[in-house]
């Protein structure tokens, strides 16, 4: 059988079997949730966008005040040396890194003798089928139970985990997150919407993840002179959409067509992926066989 998480791993500076990789019970990541992460898909054996992956890990670290474990050379350098073990040709790149393992529970920052914790690891990139993406997925909405800093890519993702397995139970692949009246993502996603051929995307403040996704839409959006406005997105507005997708290193971009089981979009549209999402789709599988598997 085909592992999902290729050997070696690398945990703290070194590359061992996931078998023999240990962590400390008291590691701060397993006691407060006190860790970042990032993941970094690969094509045809190249990481995408790896230098905007390493720049929002580092202002995550900043973000909760924590030293960055590597360099940028270094952290490309396990990235690479992961990729090229692994059996795959696309693959997902986890990073995660945490506030180490203190000799007691303290739930102010241990002394500065406390390593840190840095964990990565390679699996094979599972994408979207040719099936599921024709019918489109179903999504719920449910209100944003998060903390205040959702731009930072960090492991507390208790409420992200409770919102997306409420999405499951109820038969779907989604759950928006609506605060104050307002849709800002996905549990683990960005969310679009189309409003008569406008593409709308919710604003980078810090109540959303800065999706790295989501700003290669925006430049495809731009490239191909499609219609765009970034503002905030209403409740309201999510429900009226012709069109609402999501978008996500391992979703890539994906249409909703249910939402609270209600179709999504009128006429002969209503229920189905929408034209601008299919053309999305097209120019982004273009891009990554163009310049995402030359690195
Ligand atoms: N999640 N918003 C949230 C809350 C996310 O967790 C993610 C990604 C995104 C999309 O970001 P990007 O385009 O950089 O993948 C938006 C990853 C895939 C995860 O948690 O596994």
């Not at 945490?98 to 500065?112: E, I, L, N, V």
């Not at 690891?121 to 800093?149: H, M, N, Q, Y």
């Not at 406005?229 to 209403?234: F, G, K, L, N, P």
């Amino acid at each position: 059988m085909t592992p999902y998480v290729a050997d070696p791993v690398y945990l703290n500076g070194r590359f061992l079997p996931l078998a023999e990789a240990g962590i400390s019970p008291l590691d701060r990541g397993f006691l407060y949730g006190d860790g970042v992460y990032e993941l970094i898909p690969v094509y045809s054996r190249r990481p995408f966008r790896i230098d905007e992956h390493l720049k929002r890990l580092q202002a995550t670290l900043d973000g909760i005040k924590m030293a960055n474990p590597l360099s940028v050379e270094a952290w490309k350098a396990v990235v690479l040396k992961l990729i090229e073990a692994a059996p795959w040709d696309d693959q997902s790149i986890y990073l995660q890194v945490t506030r180490g393992a203190d000799d007691k529970r303290d739930h102010a920052f241990p002394p500065a003798s406390v390593p840190p914790t840095a964990f990565a690891f390679a699996s094979p990139l599972v994408t979207t089928s040719a099936e599921v993406r024709a019918k489109g997925v179903s999504a719920i909405t449910v209100p944003d139970l998060r903390w205040s800093r959702c731009d930072l890519k960090v492991v507390s993702l208790l409420a992200n985990v409770l919102a997306r397995q409420q999405a499951v139970e109820q038969g779907c692949a989604e759950a928006l997150l609506i605060r104050d009246g307002l849709m800002k993502e996905g549990a683990a996603s960005n969310i679009f919407i189309v409003k008569d051929g406008v593409l709308i995307a919710p604003p980078k403040t810090h109540l959303m993840l800065p999706g790295i996704t989501y700003d290669v839409i925006l430049e495809l959006a731009a490239t191909h002179g499609q219609p765009l406005v970034v503002r905030e997105i209403t409740e309201a507005e999510l429900r009226s959409a012709d069109e609402v997708w999501m978008t996500s290193s391992t979703k890539e971009i994906l249409a909703i067509t249910t939402l609270d089981g209600q179709p999504v979009g009128n006429g002969a549209n209503a229920g189905l992926p929408g034209p601008l999402g299919n053309q999305m789709w097209q120019w982004y599988q273009d891009f990554k066989n163009t310049v995402m598997r030359k690195g």
